[in-house]
């Protein structure tokens, strides 16, 4: 298991760790892949080491909207093992990648083992429902223009700067017309923000998407550093 290239990984401590690690399975996570629908059984515990889980709410007439992202900072399943089992969205793979997989029943044995192990995922549960309250009163408040700078600054802390999305895509996740994501991604390549073609964003100037971004992710970041501060040394 690459266990420093998810960040939930790499804070369990060794002794559980060593355990932990027989019990799981390493997957590729392709785009589209659904994960789970609403309302589904969680059977499965995903730490991502690379690629994006998108947790989408889907409305009755049709259209849905994106409320948070999990990559390699996180896991997908873990809350919901140590619950009900219930998933309370659609959660499909929006990026790519590589993860960590895990029995439900193994994370809660282990859980109820380890206090640590338990209030480690707690903490991570913590920080995706702050980002989920935080995408809501953005998307209530923030232009279309700020939300998408604040939409690319989270895909390239969990991605890097060459993302693999579609307008349309973009469009859905963020509950707007794809008329108005073209209008900001043209305004933002003129800007020499960002590139894009076909399926492709690669972000040219991050410092001024930044700059152009609501606070929403930034406020999101710093939540993140409260509970899983920096290690030292």
Same mark, same amino acid.
Request: glycine letters at 8%.
């Given at each position: 298991?690459?266990?420093?290239?998810?960040?939930?990984?790499?804070?369990?401590?060794?002794?559980?760790?060593?355990?932990?690690?027989?019990?799981?399975?390493?997957?590729?996570?392709?785009?589209?892949?659904?994960?789970?629908?609403?309302?589904?059984? %969680?059977?499965? *515990?995903?730490?991502?080491?690379?690629?994006?889980?998108?947790?989408?709410? $889907? =409305? #009755? @007439?049709?259209?849905?909207?994106?409320?948070?992202?999990?990559?390699?900072?996180?896991?997908?399943?873990?809350?919901?093992?140590?619950?009900?089992?219930?998933?309370?969205?659609?959660?499909?793979?929006?990026?790519?990648?590589?993860?960590?997989?895990?029995?439900?029943?193994?994370?809660?044995?282990?859980?109820?083992?380890?206090?640590?192990?338990?209030?480690?995922?707690?903490?991570?549960?913590?920080?995706?429902?702050?980002?989920?309250?935080?995408?809501?009163?953005?998307?209530? %408040?923030?232009? *279309?223009?700020?939300?998408?700078?604040?939409?690319?600054?989270?895909?390239? $802390? =969990? #991605? @890097?700067?060459?993302?693999?999305?579609?307008?349309?895509?973009?469009?859905?996740?963020?509950?707007?017309?794809?008329?108005?994501?073209?209008?900001?991604?043209?305004?933002?390549?003129?800007?020499?923000?960002?590139?894009?073609?076909?399926?492709?964003?690669?972000?040219?100037?991050?410092?001024?998407?930044?700059?152009?971004?609501?606070?929403?992710?930034?406020?999101?970041?710093?939540?993140?550093?409260?509970?899983?501060?920096?290690?030292?040394?």
């Amino acid at each position: 298991m690459r266990r420093h290239d998810n960040s939930l990984l790499s804070r369990i401590d060794t002794s559980i760790f060593d355990e932990l690690v027989k019990h799981a399975t390493l997957v590729e996570l392709r785009q589209g892949d659904v994960l789970a629908e609403s309302h589904d059984v %969680v059977d499965k *515990v995903y730490f991502p080491h690379e690629g994006i889980i998108s947790c989408v709410v $889907e =409305l #009755a @007439g049709g259209g849905a909207i994106e409320t948070g992202m999990i990559g390699r900072d996180g896991s997908f399943g873990a809350g919901m093992a140590l619950d009900d089992r219930i998933s309370l969205n659609h959660s499909a793979v929006q990026v790519g990648g590589v993860a960590s997989v895990f029995d439900a029943k193994v994370i809660v044995q282990f859980a109820d083992k380890h206090p640590s192990f338990r209030r480690l995922l707690m903490s991570y549960e913590h920080f995706h429902l702050a980002q989920v309250q935080q995408t809501a009163a953005c998307n209530a %408040v923030h232009s *279309v223009q700020a939300r998408t700078c604040k939409w690319l600054l989270r895909m390239r $802390e =969990l #991605a @890097g700067d060459e993302l693999t999305v579609t307008q349309q895509f973009l469009a859905q996740m963020m509950g707007v017309r794809r008329t108005s994501v073209t209008g900001v991604a043209i305004e933002l390549q003129k800007a020499g923000m960002i590139s894009h073609s076909r399926g492709r964003i690669h972000i040219m100037d991050v410092e001024k998407i930044r700059r152009w971004a609501c606070e929403c992710h930034e406020d999101v970041r710093q939540h993140y550093i409260r509970l899983f501060p920096p290690s030292v040394g």
